[in-house]
């Protein structure tokens, strides 16, 4: 890795920062609130060409990497923003990327030409309710048709976005396992077409601008083109979105973090207290500068995942890392943010509470502390598996 100033890299930051001024904390707390797509920061986000930064540019895209669609959403986290802004955007950066990897010339031509301008919303389905960490429980069904398609049936829950969104890159099973249990997993990028597919967002605590749904499907038809590279091999396939996911997900809790941290400090400085800022008192101060360096941590093995992602080199151990250190850095400098605000921290006004409410989600998902820790210990330290 070079660690040397990038001009490119600035550049981004800079005009990611200026479309999201725009955009202040009054106009995502009213999105969240009112249960509302931020359709206007996302018109404006593609028009500036940074939904499709990572899409390959003979398709209209920006031919960037992972690390550069990291830095666009880490920024729009940070401007406060935080989860209703970038998930607005991220599951284009890194849903298609097996399409971009494995996709037929078919499946190119279509989708990621729309992709890259922003007119084509994406969805992600993998998680089911009998199927969450373990993957290789995955019931969905996609059976053959006898003509070279599929009928597709079965139930995703945690689907985001899938209110807004005209396909869904989906995870079915089309085998039997065999003596692999993630064999027989196929990959297939389908319509969410009303007529065979229901969805239902579910009520939850935080990131509300964005829907997470229920999505029941039955007897969808898909055409043979639709499949996604091998048949039986989706699983494989499918960490070239995974471990992208969990390297923009870092920068988003990072620049959740950052926002959080932000807020706290303004305040501790405004704050008087028995003739003195309330930030001048260590029990304050020291919380904040280690969220700072937990934030910066935590970020660097980000950027550092991201880096060996784009160079061909395996990042699992570094992606999964990156998602575990970013997501504890965040919950802490949100959880310090509102404990410096005290009472008024449990305030809409401060706005820090909505960091508060998303940044617990990042110990959960896209996949659990716990499950990060067994991954590292279990492929990395060699232990036995614990599960």
């Known amino acids: 890795m070079d660690f040397t100033p990038n001009d490119d890299h600035e550049a981004i930051t800079a005009a990611v920062d200026r479309v999201c001024a ?11 609130t009112d249960h ?9 986000m593609a028009t500036g060409g940074w939904v499709g930064i990572a899409i390959p540019e003979r398709y209209g895209g920006g031919g960037m990497g992972i690390a550069e669609a990291a830095l666009v959403l880490n920024r729009v986290a940070a401007s406060g923003a935080a989860m209703n802004g970038s998930t607005a955007l991220h599951l284009t950066m890194f849903g298609l990327n097996p399409v971009v990897k494995f996709g037929n010339d078919r499946l190119k031509d279509t989708f990621l030409p729309r992709a890259a301008t922003g007119d084509l919303h994406v969805a992600f389905g993998v998680t089911e309710p009998d199927a969450g960490t373990d993957t290789s429980r995955i019931a969905t069904r996609a059976i053959d048709d006898g003509m070279g398609g599929y009928v ?8 985001s976005k899938a209110l807004e969104s005209e396909v869904c890159l989906l995870l079915a099973r089309t085998d039997e396992a065999g003596d692999d249990r993630f ?70 809790s990072c620049g959740i973090g950052e926002a959080a941290l932000r807020r706290a ?16 008192n ?51 400098a949100a959880d310090q943010a509102v404990q410096t605000h005290g009472g008024l921290g449990y305030a809409t006004e401060y706005h820090v509470e909505r960091y508060w409410r998303e940044a617990r989600l990042q110990r959960l998902a896209p996949v659990s502390q716990e499950m990060t820790c067994n991954f590292i210990a279990q492929n990395v330290l060699g232990l036995p598996r614990s599960y």
């Open 183 to 252: 064999g027989g997993l196929s990959l297939f990028l389908v319509d969410l077409d009303p007529q065979h597919v229901d969805i239902a967002p579910i009520p939850k605590t935080g990131r509300n601008a964005v829907a997470s749904c229920e999505v029941a499907y039955d007897e969808l038809p898909v055409e043979g083109w639709r499949l996604v590279g091998e048949r039986g091999r989706g699983f494989q396939q499918i960490l070239h979105g995974l471990n992208p996911e969990r390297v923009l997900l870092a920068a988003m």
């Open 22 to 32: 725009q955009f202040d904390d009054a106009y995502w707390s009213a999105c969240d």
């Open 282 to 332: 260590q029990a304050i101060a020291h919380p904040l500068a280690q969220a700072h360096m937990q934030l910066r941590a935590a970020y660097g093995v980000m950027m550092q995942a991201a880096w060996r992602y784009d160079h061909g080199l395996s990042c699992g151990e570094e992606a999964n890392t990156a998602k575990y250190l970013a997501a504890e850095a965040c919950w802490f």
């Open 152 to 159: 597709v049936s079965g139930r995703k829950i945690w689907t």
């Open 36 to 44: 509302r797509f931020p359709w206007e920061f996302y018109g404006e």
């Open 265 to 280: 400090v303004g305040y501790a400085n405004e704050r008087i207290v028995f003739d003195r800022p309330i930030g001048a």
